[in-house]
Structures are given as structure tokens and as C-alpha cells.
């Protein structure tokens, strides 16, 4: 880390996301903890997985956060028809006949996935393939898709039927699971007045796309002490059922735990955390912050759990308290 360099850079980023959480609050309302989480996803370059049910803005939210970066947007409602040329793009035949490739809407920098587990899993997979990769294939032909690309995948917890639920393989690209809930009761007085009458704001970009890579490489560039590399990987290996450093709640109601890019989530999410708060290193205090997004779909239940009703969200609280 170059100090002189970083440490200015340090102060611009957390300038330009305090500048972005003032814009996208004149949009949304009630949503604070979801806007921040992601905003650390997309500034950590990973994806989202938003759940919550109908009418909580989560279309709006996606468009008001890109209005603010200053990114492309599309939106993409996953059917159970839809097919992988879809959203990837297709080759037509010109009128020179030689064939040319259109692109599909994946070619944007932010992307609204939305009810993806309506859509089979050819074109799930499709869409996590540009995801990790961060391009896509057509006819034989790798394109590279633009920087920064970012995902926002959402889901109904309530209609299940007629759905096609991601594998755990599948959830674990997702760096982030938020979880959606009902506004505030003055937060919805707020809304209902805003969104029946003549307003209509809209966010005016307040950085750009390659300010938000610069940022992006300035994270990773961001250093961490042995000791937090220790608690990050230790507390992704307590939700492991049989490993050596398993915790008494994951052998007793967890079937599986997180995986190594649980791990990894947690050292990249603690340090955005850390920078979006005004700190040049993260600590303990930044791993737990965003440990509850990354962990909560890499854990399974296993029957005993679901029988005595303990929740996920129980289990985590218990494992960032534990000093096993």
C-alpha cells in the first residue's frame, strides 16, 4: 500500500460514498442498511442476492443506485421461458451474409436479475457463468463484458411454486444475501406521500465507472493484521459439522457450512467496510458488520434445526459471540 497515495484515496472514497448514501436517500426510503450493503458489495466487486417480498422498491433501488454511479443499467425479468441467448446475446445473419453478434442486456455494468429463481437452470447458469467470469460465450466467441459488472439477483421467499431454487454451488457466488424488510411505519408515511403526489426526484450521478474500479483496486490494496485473516477464516470453519475447529451449534443443527469463498468475503467485505467508514485497516468489528450477508446462504439447516425452529440468523448470532 502506497501510504501517501492510498491514504488520500482512502479519503476520497469515503467522501464519494457519504455523497451516495445522501443521493440515493432523497429516492429511498427506509432501506438504509440494504443501500449500505450494497454499496460495500459493489465497491468489494461482488454480487447481491436481495430477498424480500413484492413492492419494497427493490427495481427502484437498483436504478437509483446506477442514476448514482453513473453505470448502465438493465433489467431482466427471469421467465420460465427464458432462454440463455436471451440474456446473453445472439448471432444474426447481416445483410452482408456474415454473421454479427447482438449483444443481449447482460452487456451493462449493473444488472437487476430479477425473481431469478423463475427461470431454469440453463439460464441460471448462464447468468453465474458471467458472474465469476465476468464474460460470456456465444458461438464460440468469448466477449468480455465491461468493468465495473455487478449483479442484483432477487427472490420471493413467499411463491415458491413453479420455481427453480439456485443450488447451494450456485448461492455461494453471491458475496452478499440481503434480507428485505417492511419499512418503518414513518419511513412508509414518507413513501405513500412521495410516490402519490408530483415528486420525482432523481439521483444525479455522483461518480463515475472508473472511479469506482480505481476504488475497487484501492480495497484490495487495503492491508489486514495475521490476527483478523485468523478470526475471519476460524469463524467461517466454526460453521464447518465435523471439522476441527467446528462450533457446538453447527454439529448440532448444520448439515453444511461455508466454503473457503466464505472466508474470503469476509477479509474483502471487512476491508470496505473499514475504508467506507473513514478507517485505513479493518477490525474485528468490520468482519462481524458484514458477516451475517456473507454466511447466512452458505449455511444449511439440517431436520433437527428446522424441528426446534432455530433460524440461521440465531446461529451466526451465537458464532460471532463465541470465543471457541
Not at 7 to 28: C, F, S, T
Request: aromatic share 8%.
Amino acid at each position: 500500500m502506497n501510504q501517501t497515495n492510498d491514504v488520500e484515496a482512502v479519503d476520497n472514497l469515503r467522501k464519494a460514498y457519504v455523497k451516495l448514501l445522501n443521493e440515493i436517500q432523497k429516492v429511498i426510503y427506509g432501506q438504509d442498511d440494504v443501500v449500505k450493503e450494497v454499496l460495500i458489495s459493489i465497491f468489494s466487486r461482488g454480487h447481491c442476492l436481495l430477498v424480500g417480498v413484492p413492492g419494497l422498491a427493490k427495481t427502484l433501488l437498483v436504478n437509483t443506485i446506477a442514476d448514482a454511479l453513473g453505470l448502465s443499467y438493465k433489467r431482466i425479468q427471469f421467465t420460465p421461458d427464458l432462454m440463455p441467448s436471451d440474456i446473453i446475446g445472439t448471432e444474426i445473419l447481416g445483410e452482408n451474409r456474415q454473421f454479427r453478434f447482438v449483444k443481449g442486456p447482460l452487456f451493462a455494468n449493473i444488472i437487476l436479475a430479477d425473481e431469478i429463481n423463475r427461470t431454469p437452470p440453463k439460464t441460471q447458469a448462464a447468468l453465474l457463468e458471467a458472474m465469476q467470469e465476468r464474460a460470456v460465450t456465444a458461438a464460440g466467441n468469448r466477449y468480455i463484458l465491461d468493468e465495473p459488472f455487478f449483479v442484483l439477483a432477487t427472490q420471493n421467499p413467499i411463491e415458491q411454486e413453479g420455481t427453480y431454487p439456485l443450488p447451494e454451488a450456485q448461492l455461494d457466488r453471491f458475496m452478499f444475501n440481503i434480507w428485505l424488510d417492511y419499512p418503518e411505519f414513518s419511513d412508509e408515511i414518507t413513501i405513500v406521500k412521495n410516490t402519490t403526489s408530483q415528486y420525482d426526484f432523481v439521483a444525479q450521478k455522483v461518480i463515475s465507472g472508473e472511479e469506482i474500479v480505481n476504488f475497487q483496486n484501492l480495497v484490495r490494496r487495503i492491508p489486514i493484521n495475521d490476527n483478523l485473516l485468523d478470526f475471519a477464516v476460524k469463524l467461517a470453519s466454526k460453521t464447518r459439522p465435523g471439522s476441527k475447529y467446528a462450533h457446538e451449534l453447527a454439529s448440532q443443527y448444520l448439515q453444511w457450512g461455508a466454503g473457503p469463498r466464505a472466508s474470503q468475503y469476509l477479509v474483502i467485505g471487512a476491508k470496505t467496510h473499514a475504508v467506507l467508514n473513514g478507517k485505513y485497516s479493518p477490525d474485528i468489528e468490520d468482519i462481524k458488520a458484514v458477516a451475517k450477508p456473507i454466511l447466512r446462504h452458505r449455511i444449511i439447516k439440517n431436520y433437527k434445526a428446522e424441528a426446534e425452529n432455530i433460524t440461521v440468523e440465531h446461529i451466526i448470532d451465537q458464532l460471532l459471540i463465541s470465543r471457541e
